[in-house]
């Protein structure tokens, strides 16, 4: 997606923890969506970021720094079932408040 | 509650012919979206619709794609003529309102054009 860079690809091992990075680029900066999405499957609300810091939940935790342009999606105790694709999503204000996603990170979890 | 519900799952058609895809939001949901996701990367706004009236539709190829949600709930996407390139996975996305990012994304219509 337009302004929205996240790593392709990214293989873990089951138990282990990981962080997957997002960067953006935009004058008009309104919110950070996660999404994770299994092969064949919809797209599924993990998290929301609008201020600076770090949002826990579970297993999963997000952050975002809205000066530097940059979130991160931290993922604790990998299990199989995490190997999806996670899409990072901002609200930008020059397309119009719309949602614009990046093109999604492949994460592999292996035993 | 229920999900969005999105039919067919799959099509295969040729190139140059017709399709239609199915969408059904949740029920009370305002705000409907179609999406295209090619391989590989993001999905990609296509149309959004408030009610039965069309919000955006600035990234949507009009010369061969068409939407419409009349009674303000189901909706439809067609393409026609269909070509190679719109081999994709077909999202339609519901929310509350506008400005209301609660997203609820149905599982997709699968096209592959041959």
């Known amino acids: 997606g337009q302004n929205i860079d996240q790593p392709t690809e990214m293989t873990a091992t089951e138990g282990a923890i990981v962080q997957i990075n997002c960067t953006y680029q935009?004058?008009?900066?309104?919110?950070l969506f996660w999404y994770q999405q299994h092969a064949g499957e919809a797209p599924t609300f993990l998290s929301y970021?609008?201020?600076?810091g770090l949002e826990e939940k579970g297993r999963f935790s997000s952050f975002l720094s809205r000066s530097k342009g940059y979130s991160y999606l931290l993922l604790k105790e990998l299990q199989m079932k995490d190997s999806a694709s996670y899409l990072c999503?901002?609200?930008?204000?020059?397309?119009?408040?719309?949602?614009?996603f990046g093109a999604g990170t492949i994460l592999r979890v292996k035993s | 509650e229920a999900g969005v519900a999105q039919s067919p799952r799959y099509k295969i058609i040729e190139k140059r012919q017709s399709v239609a895809f199915w969408c059904n939001p949740i029920?009370?949901?305002?705000?409907l979206y179609w999406y295209q996701q090619i391989l590989g990367q993001g999905p990609k706004l296509l149309i959004q619709?408030?009610?039965?009236?069309?919000?955006?539709d600035s990234q949507l190829p009009k010369d061969r794609f068409s939407a419409e949600r009349l009674k303000g709930v189901d909706s439809t996407l067609k393409i026609q003529p269909a070509k190679l390139e719109d081999s994709a996975v077909y999202l339609c996305?519901?929310?509350?309102?506008?400005?209301?990012?609660?997203?609820?994304f149905g599982s997709g219509t699968r096209l592959t054009v041959v």
């Open positions: 996305a519901s929310s509350l309102d506008v400005g209301n990012y609660g997203y609820t």
């Open positions: 935009t004058s008009g900066f309104n919110g």
């Open positions: 970021n609008v201020l600076d």
């Open positions: 999503a901002v609200i930008l204000r020059e397309y119009g408040n719309k949602l614009v």
């Open positions: 029920s009370g949901h305002a705000t």
């Open positions: 619709f408030q009610n039965n009236g069309v919000v955006d």
